[in-house]
Structures are given as C-alpha cells and as structure tokens.
C-alpha cells in the first residue's frame, strides 16, 4: 500500500509531539548550586583570602628550610612591606598550598647597583619548587628566560612590564600544581599564569619540571610552602594573600 506524503508527515508530527510530552515529563535535573558570595573591597583581600604580609608581622613565615623565624626586616614603618636581609636566607611560608591564586607587591631596590642578574633579583617560588623570577628588568637587559616574570629557567615572559627601580609592582598568579597517579608517576605537569603589573605574561605555561635553586628538587608532591627567595639584594614585599584553588 503506498502512503502518501501528507499521511507521513502528519504520522512523524504525532511521533515529535509524543516524544517531546515524554520530555517534559521526565524530572528535570537539579540546577546547579549559586557559586558562594565572596566579597571584594577596594583596596583589600577578597574576603575568603589568607594573608600572609600585611602590616609589620611575619609571623606567618619562617627561615626556609628550618623552624627558626624569618630574618628579613619585618616592618616598613606605614608600608607594610618586609625587605629581604642579604645574607639572612630567603623566608617560607608556614603553611603549604596547592592550586592557588597568589597576589603580592615588590619592590626592587631603588638606586641602581649592579646589572643583569645582579640587580634587584629575587623570586617567588610557588610550591618551594616553581620560580616566578623578580628582577630589575627596568632597562636591563639579561636573558630572556631569567628576566622579570619568567618562569625561571623555562620560559621567558610574552612582554617585558617592568616598572623603574624602586616602584612597587604586582604579581598576581594562578597555579595549578602538578598531577600524579597511585603509583606517584607524574600525569600533568605544573602551570601558572602570570600578571605583571596587571599585563599577562604566562598564559597557562607548563611547568615541566622543578626550576632551579628552590627548596626540593623533586616534584613528589602535592603541596608546599610560598618561599621568597634572598639573592642578596634588598628586594621589598608587601600585599601578600593567596586563595586555595
């Protein structure tokens, strides 16, 4: 029996709409949760922040690698800023993190002594393991993979956005530490990105391994300390707050 085009066509609307009841009757699934409220006043941590500079304490940091107290001068009368000691050793945090978003201050110092690698140098290491180099790249050249906003050893910054000696400058960092299976075999290496000065210079970067002159070598690990790093130059810090991520 041949059926003609109208009788299919009404019989594949009745079928749409059949299926299309049987849709709006099945149980629709649950929304998803409103993301939590955090509140972000001007000028200050967003409100589910830890701070670990702010004002004259350093409290929160210790002598890398040991218990003893932090060495660097804690107080910059109103500023709030820590200056690193040459000589005392670089200063670590008490607690350990993850993936975290870190925002902090520096300054390097204000009158110019040395060039390259030895002006205004210093680091923030994420993990005790990952560098974010600092340095006086204001008009100093050195190489590229060791200048302001490296990862130190690995991959040079998209731009230079350095401001002139003595200015204060900001980093703001997002870290994604690296993966290991049950067996401790490495799944994903570590990534960060990069503002300097509000300017992207990582975007999603690999971290592929451990960068030099940090507290461990080895990546078998899934947290550890923010450490800062003594170069022996007197690099100022102040505004330092993470978030777990």
Not at 38 to 67: N, Q
Not at 89 to 100: K, L, Y
Not at 186 to 191: L, Q
Not at 197 to 214: D, F, H, R, S
Request: proline share 9%; with cysteine.
């Amino acid at each position: 029996m041949r059926t003609h085009w109208r009788d299919a066509l009404i019989v594949t609307g009745v079928l749409s709409l059949a299926g299309w009841s049987v849709l709006r009757a099945s149980p629709a699934s649950a929304p998803p949760p409103q993301p939590p409220v955090v509140s972000t006043p001007v000028g200050k941590p967003p409100s589910d922040a830890i701070v670990l500079k702010d004002g004259v304490s350093l409290a929160g940091w210790v002598k890398a690698g040991t218990s003893d107290a932090a060495g660097w001068k804690p107080e910059g009368v109103a500023g709030g800023w820590t200056e690193c000691q040459p000589g005392s050793g670089s200063i670590a945090t008490r607690e350990s993190f993850g993936d975290v978003q870190i925002h902090l201050e520096f300054a390097t110092p204000d009158v110019i002594d040395g060039k390259d690698q030895g002006r205004g140098n210093s680091g923030v290491y994420i993990m005790g393991r990952y560098e974010v180099q600092v340095l006086d790249s204001y008009e100093n050249p050195t190489y590229p993979d060791g200048s302001c906003g490296s990862v130190y050893g690995i991959a040079p910054p998209l731009v230079n956005a350095s401001r002139p000696p003595g200015t204060w400058q900001t980093y703001d960092i997002i870290f994604r530490a690296p993966r290991f299976d049950a067996a401790g075999q490495k799944t994903e290496s570590a990534r960060v990105t990069v503002l300097h000065n509000g300017v992207l210079v990582q975007n999603n970067t690999e971290i592929p391994k451990a960068t030099l002159a940090g507290l461990f070598g080895d990546e078998g690990a899934s947290t550890g300390p923010i450490y800062l790093q003594d170069h022996g130059n007197r690099v100022r810090y102040r505004n330092i707050w993470v978030r777990r991520l």
